[in-house]
């Protein structure tokens, strides 16, 4: 569609791809940009402390509801039922009725808003949030039913598809959703449920930041607004128009949407999340398998250990406070080069565990690099670790991160690999392993391995593997 506002306003958009909080600590970090577009804006308008937002309009609609297998949704009561709460869901959850997945809040807006929204019902009050509203065994009642994690809304819709077998449903927006009832992906239909004390809208609101390119803002804008467009909208991405003139499609529900209130104090939006990763949410358990080989000496050794730095607490930016390391979090250090080191766990009991994070930054400091490179030796390795803990630590999220900067040379190849895992236990193949490229490591290599285990490859040669790290902690 870029072509098409192109030729309509003769103003060429170009685009950053951004999380929603990742492109918020770079707007108050400074750099410069003539606008922003996410999902909401309201954490943006909230942390304006240098009024940068010159100006806002809303472009499409999508609430963050509920998809429920249809035979769940019919099996609870839940299936056609205009009266389904929060409640309901969290009661559900919190008798291991109901399973489902949801994007990391600190990560990605659907999350965000969902979080939000149950928060508020819970609270019992149609004033706006205050933490101290909220009643928190209703609360962790409700994340104890979520058994899978994303830091994006577009990963988790795939991550659903591959483990929907294991899943009751999943929360996202009511365009991801529809769009994926019509894809053809799934074994069964998903019921889209409202709850009835309601929710939160994304209205994709588009802002200005650059006061020098209003006229090229209000052009776009009024383009974007026109029924045309709004009706291209709607019908290619299945979010609500704006535009009043238009008619909504049959293709959405016609239930009742209520919106639910946002809360008006960034201390009070922060507050929430923090206390979703360090009380709420079931505790992870995160393994690192970190390459210290020949070829990692220097730059490459240094900018690990930064990054490891950064999630034992040294970056103060809003995603690296959510980032860090949280408590009630195992975190399990596995090094390797030709031969893989005993692994280093730590556990942090407390928001701010500064002698764990003092520990964790001790064995960062401690690193040296030397010899050759053994990939799959090192991740049974993990893998054999992260086994012995689900047998032992009770409900926690597990997941392994490598880190590698070269091709396996040594131990065993990618096909003595897989044998393996496809023998593990079914709860063990579970455990996805997320790769980060860098360097010299090998795309093809580490893409079989994110697709084997159900992980995802990041991008270390484009970004600080800082970046790359506080980014993948969204899907731990």
């Known amino acids: 569609l870029l072509g098409q506002i192109r030729d309509k306003t003769g103003v060429q958009l170009q685009l950053q791809y951004s999380g929603t909080l990742a492109g918020i600590d770079r ?21 304006d402390t240098a009024h940068r937002v010159k100006a806002q309009e809303k472009i499409m609609l999508s609430p963050v509801i509920i998809g429920v297998k249809q035979s769940k949704a019919k099996a609870l009561g839940w299936l056609n039922n205009p009266n389904v709460t929060w409640k309901d869901i969290a009661d559900k959850a919190g008798a291991g009725e109901f399973s489902y997945a949801m994007t990391n ?37 409700f994340f104890k039913g979520q058994k899978l994690t994303s830091g994006s809304s577009g990963w988790l819709i795939d991550a659903y598809v591959r ?17 994926l009832n019509h894809s053809g992906r799934l074994k ?11 929710v939160i809208t994304a209205d994709y609101p588009l802002v200005l930041l650059n006061e020098s390119k209003h006229d090229a803002y209000d052009k776009v804008v009024t383009y974007l ?28 529900p016609k239930s009742l949407i209520v919106e639910l209130p946002f809360p008006n104090s960034l201390a009070t939006v922060n507050t929430i999340l923090l206390r979703y990763l360090n009380q709420n949410r079931v505790p992870a358990h995160s393994f690192f398998v970190l390459d210290v080989s020949g070829s990692m000496e220097g730059p490459r050794l240094e900018g690990l250990q930064h990054a490891l730095d950064t999630l034992a607490g040294d970056d103060p930016s809003i ?22 080191a005993a692994p280093v766990t730590f556990e942090m009991n407390g928001n701010n565990d500064t002698s764990t994070l003092a520990a964790v930054k001790q064995f960062s400091d401690n690193l040296r690099a030397g010899g050759s490179t053994a990939i799959y030796d ?22 392994i991160v490598l880190m590698t900067d070269g091709e396996n040379n040594t131990g065993d190849d990618f096909d003595a690999f897989k044998q393996k895992y496809e023998a593990l236990p079914p709860e063990v193949q579970g455990i996805k392993v997320f790769p980060i ?10 893409t079989q391995l994110a697709e084997l285990t159900g992980g995802r490859l990041f991008d270390g040669k484009s970004a600080p593997l800082s970046v790359v790290f506080k980014e993948i902690r969204g899907y731990q």
Not at 127 to 138: E, G, H, I, Q
Not at 320 to 331: C, D, L, S, T
Not at 378 to 399: D, K, L, N, T, V
């Open 437 to 446: 490229l860098f360097g010299e490591g090998s795309s093809e290599q580490l």
């Open 225 to 252: 607004k026109s029924a045309d467009f709004q009706k291209t909208i709607m019908d290619t991405t299945y979010r609500r128009p704006v535009n009043p003139d238009v008619a909504l499609s049959s293709v959405f």
């Open 378 to 399: 090192a991740i049974e390795s993990a893998e054999a670790q992260a086994a012995a803990a689900r047998g032992h630590e009770g409900p926690r999220y597990y997941s």
């Open 27 to 47: 707007i108050n970090a400074g750099e410069q940009f003539d606008a922003a577009w996410f999902s909401h804006d309201k954490y943006l308008v909230l942390s």
């Open 163 to 179: 483990d929907q077998d294991g899943l009751d449903g999943i929360i996202n927006y009511e365009a991801n959703l529809i769009t």
């Open 105 to 141: 809040p600190a990560s990605s807006n659907s999350g965000f808003s969902a979080v939000i929204g149950v928060q508020s019902a819970l609270a019992g009050t149609s004033d706006v949030l205050k933490p101290s509203d909220v009643d928190m065994a209703k609360l962790n009642n």
């Open 188 to 198: 069964e239909p998903l019921a889209l449920i409202y709850p009835k004390e309601g």
């Open 319 to 340: 995603t690296g406070q959510f980032a860090r390391f949280q408590n009630r979090e195992k975190i399990t250090l596995i090094t390797f080069n030709g031969t893989v």
